[in-house]
């Protein structure tokens, strides 16, 4: 490992329950505060209190915003994950662990570099109280990083205040001084700064650390969602926890009044109902929820699909199957969402790749699901939903209005003559009229899951069933042509009279959070003279553009986050592409995908 | 059929309510239930209600969920949307509705196998929750569509048609309304409209969740000799404890009733019900006492009907949520997006 400055990952080990995250958010906050960009990724235990967690920080200059593969510092908080953490420190990087107590003698390595530093030592004899104590050892470490990796402690008293408050300006001199503790020691024990250390830059300008579930509920709070029903499940919590605190403060009246109704269901079945009940009503729904939700949810949403009810359903993906492990990251509900429900159904996806878009992605599924009258599902994942990203800072259009679909209202209602016929195809693209309940009597028509001609009536007719189901096929291919365009980066610029790119042979196919990992290898294996043209999905259905892509290339890494290569099942059902043009690069072990896998 | 449309014949005397409609413009589509069936009944009496409260047909949303008695609300209110939810599902239906607009009347109707079965978590929620609605069980105890199951009102000792012998204990859905928390809970026989109507017009007037179990027999599947949902066995075992008449606001209460044997209460929009006791003891206000009431008669076999708990001063779902007086249907977009963004992510940066 050579001397990096502004290029490294460091990993801190701990024990959760013990305050330890929001040492490691400081520390991430300081980088990004310091104009160098970074990536902050938690790896916590379905748990409490009392278990190991893992906090992993890439300080990249060069914006690599993904797992490295290597941990260049790793801090052994932990006694009981003290042998793995140590074992896996990159030859040549550093272990900082608290000597307070001795180490184990027989986990010794000579390719690695021990720093001690006896935080526990001296937060006891600085504080009195016993989970003051627990505490401030975290931010003991916090010094003791600042002091070897030259991090600015002026920026790290900064976001103390920030967090405290002058109302808690006590709080703030506390964590100063076991901030100090730390790094005192280091400065005075050790040779500072290590050879990694952090260089202020201006790279961070114009960005923003957030997280994917906060973004997607500021993108229905933007899209003018006024219902949304939920049953809390590991990793999609967030999103409902940051939409009703948005909705507090920029959706109550000065009379304290609410603007938009958050229910907590008691289970995903009747979440996903109320959401429907109010969709059908006409107000903007969702639900975010992860993939035991969305097994439960299989019912109801072929009942939204086929009595053509618009939904917006927010699948946070954790890996599966059955419960699984909820605190880890997976893609492996991409099959479950497209075509989630009996019977033949087939639903809009849309597959945001960091929290940026997951903004974007989750504003225009309100859009998508009322022009179309159908569940939307947005797929993230624990990664994107959970992690603190660095992303570019969001913008809106300003001059942004809800599509709110063919929705008849009372003036028009008034000049129909004879009854409202609610799924017929006036425009020829699938799309039925639609009416809302007491708006005019004209309007009334009965919802039903059960079979229905295209008047809306009861039917068991061979011929009326299906066509309904016909239309429903023909507004899937309308959809195919409205949803969100797939990302493609081509290795040549274009040449020839044509205008049209030089595809290379060989090429990659992904989607959602695979993206950053993906851009990462391909900058690497571009410096190995290898180069791939790179398609990134963003919708099912899968637009013409993914089409061509496929066409115009003879290999297809198709790189995803599962084990049974579900976007490689889905590209084979739903396009021509041949079998053997498409290779699978899979990860499903529960970490983030890394560069270095692919 | 549904789709069969019902002859318009006119009849120029059928007397006309305030906003000038006639019964049979609450009317809906032609039921395709048995002949004889007690849910037909029960849609008469609903029809009967809403017109005579003056209730605009299209301010109502109707709502059910999947068996026979989830269809009839395609028999009654033709100008009023309705939702078909999937099996025991209608409560999160009606909840969502009714929290995306809470301008409309809800009268979901359901049975017993939708409800106490499949659907008893989402009835106990929808009541939890206190969503303004009148709620409809049309319960047979019996399954109408897969030909002649037991149910979970069915009692013990009561005998199917194919032969079986019930031995587990029924679900009481008044007695699980109350312990529930339900506001509004009654039981009453489809037989017997001169009791439904009124406990119907009530439950619509009622700010929260107004439960009505209205024991109606199954004709082709458990009107048998053995079973303790058959119109005979009803009739035989009914007991109204309580009679309801349901005065307007606008009326005066001209009947002169009995100290004692009446209790006139008043319901948020000014309305008022006196509740006729034929058993002077029981105390529809009093949630043990009801208890104790039910308990007794339910030991004597009896089927107690009336309206048998009330509690008008339960908050519903939006005054727990607090929610504004307009319908949540419209989108809510800030005139300046932009600007409220950039202080949203002042935090992040």
Known sequence: MSGRVNDFTLKIATVNGTGSASANALLTKAVFRMGVPVMGKNYFPSNIQGLPTWYEIRVTELGYLTRSGHVDLMVAMNPASFAKDHAEVTPGGYLLYDNTWPRVHDLSRDDINIIGVPLANMVNHHFVDAHTRLLMKNVAYVGALAGLLDLDMEVIEGLLQETFGESKAKLVEANMQAVNLGYTYVREHVECPLELRVERRDLTDGHIIIDGNTTAALGAMFAGATVGAWYPLTPSTGVMNAFSNLCDRYRTTGEGEREFAVIQAEDELAAIGMVLGAGWMGARAFTPTSGPGISLMNEFVGFGYYTEIPAVIFDVQRVGPSTGMPTRTQQGDLMACAYAGHGDTRHICLYPADPAEAFELSARAFDLAEHFQTPVFVLSDLDIGMNEWMVPALSWDRDYRPDRGKVLDAEQLDRLSGPFQRYMDPDGDGIPLRTLPGVHPAGAFFTRGSGHSKQGTYTEDAAEYQEVMDRLARKFETARRHVPAPAIEYAYASSGHDGRQRPTACAIVSLGSCDLAVREARKAL?????????????????????????????????????????CKGMLLMETDVARDKLVSILHYNGLPITSTHI | MTYIRKPLVHHTDLPVNELGLTERDYEGGMSTLCAGCGHDSITAALIQACWGLDIEPHKVAKMSGIGCSSKTPAYFLRQAHGINAVHGRMPSIATGANAANRDLHYIGVSGDGDSLSIGLGQFAHAIRRNVNMLYLIENNGVYGLTKGQFSASADVGSRSKGGDINEQPPIDPVLTAISLGCTFVARAFSGDKEQLVPLIKAGLQHRGFAMIDVISPCVTFNNHEGSTKSYAHTRQFYHPAIHTDFIEPKAEIRTEYESGKSMPIELHDGSTIVLRKVDVDHDPTNRAAAFGYL??????????????????EGRDLHAINRTVADPLV????????????????????
């Open chain 1, 526 to 566: 571009k410096a190995g003279g290898t180069e791939l043209d790179y398609c990134r999905i963003r919708a099912f259905p899968f637009t013409d553009e993914v089409e061509r892509f496929l066409a115009e290339h003879e290999t297809l890494f198709v790189v995803e986050q599962n084990r049974d290569a579900q």
């Open chain 2, 330 to 349: 419209k989108t809510r977009v800030h005139d300046n997006q932009q600007a409220v963004l950039e202080e949203i992510q002042a935090q992040y940066r």
């Open chain 2, 295 to 312: 308990e007794r008669h339910r030991a004597a076999e009896e089927i107690v009907t009336g309206l048998l708990y009330i509690e008008e």
